[in-house]
C-alpha cells in the first residue's frame, strides 16, 4: 500500500554507539543520517565574558555532510554552498531550543552526516541532532559541566512539497524531483516556527497553497516530536 | 520625520557605467549594490542538448560580495558561507522570472556587488539584478544572440520583521540587529511567492505573526515594482 | 576476563543498507568503520587504452576518513598527511586482491568512514572494504558491466606491536598508545605479504622481535579471513 | 576630435557614500575606481613596539581587484598573480607619501574595486586612494585617533608608451594593447619618482626612448595632482 | 661494468653551502638531495611543559619535495599524498636517532629537495638529512642553544626490492619500475630496524623472500652508515 | 679588499647535472640559484593555432621560488605575492630574448630554485636562466623538435642601489636592507632595456639619481653577457 499524501515515512531515532557524548542514527524511509553531539569546554573567542573572564554563554553549532556512498552515484567529499547553507540552518534550529545563557562556557558541535540519502536530509538531520544535543547536555550536566538544564523543549523539521499540484507531506527524492515548491519547515512543540524556507522549483505559490503546506507540516512536526520524546526516555532508561 | 513601520526607504535603481550588457547601481536609504549582467554565449555542460549537440536552455546564476568598504569595520574580501547561502538564493529568484528555453545556449551571470551595507542588501540585490539581467536580455536579442524574449516578468525581494512585538517592512542594519524574525520575501507581479525565508532569531512566532508579515512584504514588493518598470522604461528611451 | 596477548578482539562484519553497491559496517571491539564500494563506469585517464580506445584493465581506488564524532575529542573534518597516507595503502591493499584486467573500465572507489575509533581503523578499514569490493563487484557482474569475475582471493590486514617487551596482536587503542613497535600486515589467503609496515615509536626493534610479530599478525589475518568469507556467504544467500 | 599623444584622459576624483573612511570615485576616460580607505586601530604584528609596548608607526596596505562587470568578458572573481604584484605596487606608492611614525598605531587599507576597465587601472588605483587615504587620515585626526598630520605630500601614477614609435601619454585599453613599451610612473609633487616599471612588450628600448617616456610621464603626473588637490580641497568644504 | 644486484650505487655526501646550520648534498648515482638541516628555538605548541613553563623536549620534523627540473617530464610544484607520506617516514626516522629530551625548547626542520631524481629518493633523503640534522645539532651546542649532545646513533635507509625473481639493493628508477616489491628499511648502528616499510607492486611475496630482503638491506646501511661518518668527521675538521 | 661600489660580486654560471634539458648553477657572491630549463611538446590552449591546428608559436615561462634552508630564518614553502610578481618578470625578460614563432609548439618552463639567498636572486634567476633557455634550445633543436635557432640574443640582470647617498651596483642583502632606492635592470647585448624597475625604499630619488644608476647597470650587465658566452660556449663543447 502507497502511503498517503499526508503521511510521514517510517522514522526512527536510536542510540548508535559512537566517542560522542550524544550519538543517534535517524531513520526516515531510506534516508539515514548519524548525528552525533560532542562538547567542548571551550566556546568561541566572540562570545562576550563576564567581569571574571567567563564566557556569559554556550554556543551550539552543526556540521552536515553526506558520506561518498550516501548517493547512488557517489558523492566526492569536501563542502559545497549547498552543505554549508544546511549546516548554517541546523545550528540555528537547534539553537533555538535551548538557551544558551544556562550553558555558559560549554560548546556543542553537532554533526550530521548523512549515510544514505533519499530526501529530506536537512530536515532529519535537524529532528536527529536534537535528540543527540539533549543526551549531550543530559551528560554534561551529570559530569558537572553545567549547573542548570539549557533544554527549552522539542524542535524537529519537515519538508512538504506541491507535486501535480498536490500538496505532499514528507517528500523522499523521487517526490523532491518532481515537486513544483519545497517547504522546509522547523518548528518547536508550542507550534511556533522557527525556521521557513519555502522554494519555488518551477511555478510560484500563491498564499493558499502556502497556508494548505504551513497545515501539513504542522501535522508531521507533532508526530515527529513525539518520537523525539519516545527516544529520549529510553535513552534515560538505559543509562540509568 | 522618521520612517512609518509600513513604509520602505527611499528606493532608487540608475543605470551605471561599466562593461557588463546589463549594469544598475540600486540605492535603498544607505544601502547601494552594483548589480551587473554579463553575457555569455557557452552555457554550462550539464545542460542538456538536442539532436544537433545545440543546448536545449540558457542559464542565469549570481554572485554576490561585500566590498571591504562597505561596512565600517572594513570587510575582509572572499567568500563565506553567508554570501554562498545568498548567491544562491538570488540566482533560484532571477531564474523564476524568465523562461529559460526561450534563450538557448544564453548564460547570463549576475553580480551584485556591495559598495555600502545598510542592511537589506540581498533583497536589493535581487531587486536590482532583476533590472540589469532584463536590460542584458534586450541587447543579447537586439544583438541576434536569441530570438524570442524570455522574460516572464518582474521578481522582487525586501525584508520584514518583527521589533519589539511589532512588524516592521525593509529593515536597515539598526533594525535588523535588534530583529526577533527575520523574513526575506521574493515575490513576482502575480503576488506569487517565489522564496519565503523566515528565521526565529530569538522568539519562536506563531502563524498570526508569519501572516502579518507576508502581508506587509507583499505591499513592499508591489512598490519595488514600479520601480523596477520605471527605470527599465527609462532605459529602453535612452537606448532608443 | 581480560583479552590474551594473541587474541583478536571481537570482529563482526555486517551488511549496512546505504546507496554503494557494496556496503559494509566493520566492527572490532569499540572501532567502527563503515565501508562501502561505489561503481562508475569511467575509468581514470592516465588507463592505457586498446586499438579501439577502450581502457585495457579497471581501477581500485580507496579513500579514509574519521568522522568527528569518532573521536572523544571532536576531530575535526579535513584530510590531513594521515588519512593521505592511510588510503594510498588501503587502495594498494584492495588492487592486491583483483586482476585489474578482468574488469576493463570500471572504476570503483572505496570509502571507509570512521565511525568509532580504537585503534586499528586502517586495518580494519581494509578487511572491511574487500568484503564491500567484493560484493560491488558480483553487482558490476550481475549487471552485466564486466563479464568475468576479478576477484583473486581476500586481502585482511591487522596489527600487532610490542608492548612492555610482549607481543601484541590487535592493537586497541590504549594498547597503541603504549606501544614500543607499531607493524601493520596485509596478507592474502596464501599468507604472502602484500603490505608490511613496521615503525618504532620509541624503541627499534631487532630481527627477532619482528619475527614474533609476523608470526602473530600471520594467525590474526587467517582468522579474520574467515569472518569476510562467511560475511560474503551470507551476502551471497541474502541476495538470491 | 581625438586625444593628443602628450594629453590625459578626462579626469574626475568624486566623493562617493560608503561606509569607510575616505572613499573616492575616479574616472579616467572610460576608467573607473572604486578607493576606499579603511582605518583599523590594530597594526600589523611585525610593526616595532616601544617601551610602553605601543607600536611605533602606523601602516598603510592596499587591495586591488576587478569586478567581474568591469571587462566585456566577465572577470573572474579571485586574486591572481598580476592583482597581487599591482596591489603591492600601490601600498608602496601610497606609503611613500605618509610619514608612518606621525600614525602610530593606525592601520589604512586601500581597497581599489575597478567597476569600469579601459586600460590605466593601477595608476588610477595609486592617484584615486591617495585622495581617499587623505581624507581617511583626516578622519583619524578629527576623532583623535592620530595626534599629527602624516600627510607629506600628493602621490600621483601614469602610464606612458610608445605605439608605432611615437610616445603616448595615459594608455587606454586600445592603446595598450598595440604598445611595444609600457612604462607606469609613480611620482611626488616635486617630480621626484617613487616608483618607474617599464616593460618591452615586444621591442627593446634604447636610452633616448626612456627619457622621452619620463618627460612625458612628468607632464601627465602634474595635472592629476592638481585634480587631486582640487578633490581634496571640496572634501575639506563639504565637511565642515 | 654493471653494478652487481647486492652493490649500492656510488654514494658520496658533501657539504653544499645554503644558510641553514646543517647542509649536506647527498649523490647515489643519478638521485641527487640537498638536505638542510633548519635550527629555531621555538617549539611546536603541543610539546609539554615543565613547571617554569619550559618545554619538556625538542623537534625534529622534516619535509620533502622534488624540484621541477628533477624528472624528464616537469614535476609540477605542490604537496601530493607521496610527498606528505615520505616526509611523515623521514621526520619519523630521524626522530629515532636523537634524544629529543636532550635538545629541551629546539625544533630542527631538515628539508629536503630533491635536484635530480633516479630512484631511492625518501631513502637517500634520510641518509643524507641525517648528516645535516648532526651537524645542526652540532652548531646549536656550540652556540649554546643546548647544553648536551642530543646524537644516539646514525640513522640511514636504503630500498630493496625483488625484480624477475631476484633480490636487488638499491633500486634506481629503471629497477624500481620494475620491482615486483620494493622495501624501504631504516636502520640504526645497531642494525636494529626503525622503519620497515614493504609493498608488493604486483606480486605478493612470502616469508623467505623477506628474508633475503632484509639481508640485502642491512649489507647497504652497513655501508651507507660509513659514509655518513666519514662525512660527519670530515665537516667538524673543517669548522676546527 | 671590499667591493668597489661599481663592482659585481664574483659570478659563476656552471653546468649543475639535473633530468632537464638545461640546467645551470649561478652563484653571485653567497647567492646560489638553480636554474633549470624543461621541455614539453604542449603550448598553453590560449596560443594561436594556424589552419592546420598547429599552434603559432611557441612559449616560455618561469617559476621562482626559494628553498627553505635559503635563507637564516627558515623560509616557508610555498608561493606568495613576491615570488608571483618575482616569476612573472623572469617570464617576461625571457621571452624578450627568443622569437617565439621560431620555436612553434614547443613550451620551455624555467623553474629558477634559490638555494642560498643572499639578494639580487632575481637578477641572478634571469642572467641565470637564459643560459639554461639557451641549452634547453639547443637541445630541442638537435632533437628535431624545432626547425630554427629561436635565440635573439643574450637577456642578463642586474640591481643598483642608493645606499647613503652614493649608487651601488649589485646589491648583496646587507647592502639591499639599507637602500633608498632599489632599481632592478634587464637589458639585451645591444644595450636596450627590456624592464627597468625602480623603487624608492623611503627617499624618492630624481631624474639625476636615476641617470646615474642605469649608467651602473648597463656596466655590470656588459660584464654578465660575457660570463653568459663564456659558459654557453664551454656547455657546447662538453657536448661535442
Given at each position: 500500500?502507497?502511503r498517503?499524501?499526508?503521511q510521514?515515512r517510517?522514522?526512527?531515532i536510536?542510540?548508535f554507539?559512537?566517542?560522542?557524548?550524544?550519538?543517534?542514527?535517524?531513520t526516515?524511509?531510506?534516508?539515514r543520517?548519524?548525528?552525533?553531539?560532542?562538547?567542548?569546554s571551550?566556546t568561541?573567542?566572540?562570545?562576550?565574558t563576564?567581569?571574571d573572564?567567563n564566557?556569559?554563554h554556550?554556543?551550539v553549532?552543526?556540521?552536515?555532510?553526506?558520506?561518498?556512498?550516501?548517493?547512488?552515484?557517489?558523492?566526492?567529499?569536501?563542502n559545497?554552498g549547498r552543505s554549508t547553507e544546511?549546516?548554517?540552518?541546523?545550528?540555528?534550529?537547534l539553537r533555538?531550543?535551548?538557551d544558551?545563557?544556562?550553558?555558559?562556557?560549554?560548546?556543542v558541535?553537532?554533526?550530521?552526516?548523512?549515510?544514505?540519502?533519499?530526501g529530506g536530509?536537512r530536515t532529519?538531520?535537524?529532528t536527529?541532532?536534537w535528540?543527540?544535543?539533549?543526551?549531550?547536555?543530559?551528560?554534561?550536566?551529570?559530569d558537572?559541566?553545567?549547573?542548570?538544564?539549557?533544554?527549552?523543549g522539542?524542535?524537529a523539521?519537515?519538508s512538504?512539497g506541491?507535486?501535480?499540484?498536490?500538496?505532499h507531506?514528507?517528500l523522499?527524492?523521487?517526490?523532491?524531483?518532481?515537486?513544483?515548491?519545497?517547504?522546509?519547515?522547523?518548528?518547536?512543540?508550542k507550534e511556533e516556527?522557527i525556521?521557513?524556507?519555502?522554494t519555488?522549483?518551477?511555478t510560484?505559490f500563491?498564499?493558499?497553497r502556502?497556508?494548505?503546506?504551513l497545515e501539513?507540516a504542522?501535522k508531521?512536526?507533532?508526530?515527529?516530536?513525539?518520537?523525539?520524546r519516545?527516544?529520549?526516555?529510553?535513552?534515560?532508561?538505559?543509562k540509568?
Amino acid at each position: 500500500m502507497p502511503r498517503r499524501t499526508n503521511q510521514l515515512r517510517d522514522v526512527t531515532i536510536e542510540s548508535f554507539p559512537t566517542a560522542a557524548a550524544g550519538s543517534v542514527l535517524i531513520t526516515a524511509g531510506q534516508t539515514r543520517v548519524l548525528c552525533t553531539a560532542s562538547i567542548a569546554s571551550q566556546t568561541p573567542r566572540w562570545i562576550p565574558t563576564d567581569d571574571d573572564g567567563n564566557p556569559e554563554h554556550g554556543w551550539v553549532t552543526a556540521e552536515y555532510a553526506m558520506l561518498p556512498g550516501s548517493t547512488p552515484d557517489r558523492k566526492r567529499r569536501g563542502n559545497d554552498g549547498r552543505s554549508t547553507e544546511i549546516q548554517r540552518l541546523i545550528g540555528r534550529s537547534l539553537r533555538a531550543g535551548v538557551d544558551l545563557k544556562r550553558m555558559p562556557g560549554l560548546a556543542v558541535t553537532c554533526d550530521c552526516d548523512v549515510l544514505s540519502a533519499d530526501g529530506g536530509t536537512r530536515t532529519a538531520a535537524i529532528t536527529g541532532s536534537w535528540v543527540a544535543l539533549v543526551h549531550a547536555l543530559r551528560t554534561a550536566r551529570t559530569d558537572g559541566l553545567i549547573k542548570a538544564n539549557p533544554v527549552i523543549g522539542p524542535v524537529a523539521a519537515v519538508s512538504v512539497g506541491i507535486i501535480d499540484g498536490t500538496p505532499h507531506l514528507d517528500l523522499d527524492y523521487p517526490l523532491d524531483s518532481r515537486a513544483d515548491v519545497d517547504l522546509n519547515v522547523v518548528m518547536n512543540h508550542k507550534e511556533e516556527y522557527i525556521e521557513v524556507q519555502g522554494t519555488a522549483e518551477g511555478t510560484p505559490f500563491d498564499r493558499k497553497r502556502l497556508d494548505q503546506l504551513l497545515e501539513l507540516a504542522g501535522k508531521g512536526i507533532r508526530s515527529l516530536i513525539k518520537t523525539q520524546r519516545a527516544t529520549l526516555k529510553k535513552l534515560k532508561q538505559s543509562k540509568a
